[in-house]
């Protein structure tokens, strides 16, 4: 078990007393005790981080370069028992000598040991293959975007990790077997789309000519000033560990899911599962860091959606349209006017569009905000072997040196789905002040834990998502009806998000039920529709944190409006966020809980 006060400690107490003189004794002890649990956060952190080799390509480090993380059956178990001990050495520490912020990091370590531990029963309870996400797709995204190349040793260590390609591969054959052992296997229509992934991905196999990591290797190393006959060794030796080592893998994937076809079934909800509901339950808890039932998210959805769309009839009759609420959904779904036209110069053009829209919001941040982020964002359309699948946008954070921006994705594989009206909201979610803000700002704080900045609360990071489209219109933006209306209509998407997930995972929804009630009670065509209902089935719960974490955000700052009146500052309570670092909301609130009281504090 881990010592709390050992012989470094006495060495470090008692060069603080000669520091110190006659020094607060309780001081230097919780200063003490303080330094070297951060110490240990530290060294706990830097353990795990090593022991992935793919995050820390993700931040920018090269250590471990050339590898691929191990996720084996064996080694997850190995985890699971490594964090136990962890909990016990965590546990050692004496809290009443910490500070208050070591404090609070003590209580968010716990919790997420706690969490994770306890969620080792459920740990099966996944798809680690369908059409959002999975090895399948995520290993070439990672290459691409990630393992840059700017010397001869970077390309040969992209080479290393394509011949290591297959190991773990099979490691993911082996964790769906496990799964199937246990009835939990991807629902039909998963199939359809994951074939058509590896066969985009695979190419033409004869040839490489179009293969991606060809492709991908080629423009890297034209960037490198290393010599051509080096440059061309590299290529041969990439295109040879494609075809015998790469390629016949995916067929091997792609062979063992479908044999998994055969027992594959349409029901879409976890309640098939053994222990499905209590399941369930877990995943709403973990995701919304609320005590919600089932129920109680599918009702809080039924009266959202019935709030927004009277929202929505306002701005129906301002633009003078004549006709009922689903014919205004109608002709938002098809009149030209609203999308771009499915050319390369329509997407040029959005893409465009998206970083105008930026552009102007990141020229208004000062009246809001008083803390910004120092890392970059660019504008990315979805890469074509994954568009098909993918959802229509999402964010990945920039690396920890600098070395790679943060990038907003908008995927353009059909630009029907993807309205002018909701570019202002979806930029401001994905974008700025949104993840883009919320992930690097909290990289970018100083003092606290990295396992404090790489946390993750999705009810937290999604709810300010949400929150931040709310905040645009606040801000100033959304003067055009229709983009307001495209406010509302993303707003709307995430209510009725909370009553499909509830609808199918605990009330025994079809998956035509839920799409039905999106077409019913949203703009949205219905391609958009299918996807979104194929999202929510793979995974339970996620989807809804977003409507209940805004929720959340916003009656927290209408309560401190409502104590400080004239005293309260937008800048100061989105700097409470921001400088939080991702927590639970319940942390949030006590930190603007003391806020409000140190504000009210300063009046007397």
């Not at 090895?135 to 040793?153: A, C, D, R, W, Y």
């Not at 009553?499 to 039905?516: F, S």
């Not at 719960?541 to 309260?568: N, P, S, V």
Request: charged share 30%.
């Amino acid at each position: 078990m881990y010592k709390p006060y050992s012989f470094l400690l006495v060495i470090a107490t008692f060069l603080l007393l000669q520091t110190c003189g006659n020094g607060d004794p309780a001081a230097i002890a919780e200063s003490s005790v303080s330094d070297e649990l951060n110490s240990w956060f530290d060294e706990k952190y830097e353990r795990d981080l090593m022991d992935s080799p793919e995050r820390l390509t993700s931040l920018g480090r090269k250590e471990r370069y050339n590898e691929l993380n191990d996720i084996s059956e064996s080694r997850q178990l190995e985890k699971h028992e490594q964090r136990i001990r962890d909990l016990e050495e965590l546990r050692a520490f004496d809290t009443t000598q910490l500070d208050k912020q070591t404090k609070l990091s003590w209580l968010l370590y716990k919790h997420q040991l706690t969490e994770n531990i306890e969620g080792e029963k459920w740990r099966h309870y996944s798809y680690p293959i369908n059409q959002m996400f999975g090895f399948h797709s995520g290993f070439p995204s990672f290459m691409i975007n990630k393992h840059l190349v700017t010397n001869e040793q970077d390309a040969l260590d992209y080479l290393d990790r394509l011949s290591k390609f297959e190991i773990k591969l099979r490691q993911t054959i082996e964790n769906l077997r496990i799964r199937a052992e246990k009835d939990i296997i991807i629902p039909d229509f998963v199939f359809a789309h994951f074939y058509s992934d590896c066969k985009n991905i695979i190419g033409d196999k004869n040839s490489l000519a179009d293969n991606i990591f060809i492709n991908d290797l080629e423009d890297k190393l034209d960037t490198v000033s290393i010599a051509q006959e080096t440059k061309n060794e590299i290529i041969d030796r990439a295109k040879s560990i494609i075809k015998e080592s790469v390629i016949p893998a995916y067929e091997e994937l792609v062979e063992y899911i479908h044999e998994l076809e055969e027992f594959t079934t349409h029901t879409a909800g976890v309640w098939r599962f053994k222990d499905g509901d209590e399941f369930y339950q877990y995943r709403l808890k973990r995701i919304t860091t609320t005590d919600m039932t089932p129920d109680e998210v599918f009702d809080l959805g039924i009266s959202e959606v019935a709030r927004i769309q009277e929202e929505m009839k306002v701005i129906m009759k301002f633009v003078d349209f004549d006709g009922d609420l689903q014919a205004f959904f109608s002709f938002m779904r098809e009149d030209d006017q609203f999308y771009f036209p499915e050319t390369e110069a329509g997407k040029a053009s959005m893409l465009e569009g998206y970083m105008a829209i930026l552009d102007k919001m990141e020229a208004a941040l000062d009246e809001f905000f008083i803390t910004k982020p120092k890392a970059r964002m660019i504008v990315k359309a979805v890469e074509p072997y994954r568009e098909k699948s993918a959802g229509k946008a999402f964010y990945q954070s920039p690396a920890e040196d600098g070395s790679r921006p943060g990038i907003y994705y908008a995927n353009l594989y059909k630009l029907k789905d993807m309205p002018k009206y909701e570019m202002e909201a979806l930029s401001f979610h994905e974008g700025i002040p949104g993840h883009h803000m919320q992930n690097s700002i909290a990289r970018e704080i100083e003092g606290l834990p990295e396992f404090r900045k790489y946390s993750h609360y999705t009810a937290y990071g999604e709810g300010w998502g949400l929150y931040c489209e709310y905040l645009g219109k606040e801000m100033g933006f959304y003067q055009d009806p229709y983009s307001d209306f495209g406010r509302l209509a993303m707003e709307i998407w995430r209510a009725c998000r909370l009553v499909v997930d509830a609808g199918m995972h605990h009330k025994k929804w079809t998956r035509e039920d839920a799409i039905k009630y999106l077409k019913d009670n949203t703009p949205a065509s219905e391609n958009q529709c299918v996807k979104a209902i194929e999202r929510y089935i793979v995974m339970p719960g996620q989807a809804t944190a977003y409507k209940i974490g805004m929720i959340r955000i916003l009656k927290i700052r209408r309560e401190a409006e409502e104590k400080l009146g004239d005293r309260f500052d937008i800048r100061e309570f989105h700097d409470v966020f921001l400088l939080s670092g991702p927590v639970p909301l319940s942390v949030f609130e006590e930190r603007i809980d003391e806020w409000v009281a140190g504000k009210l504090g300063e009046s007397l």
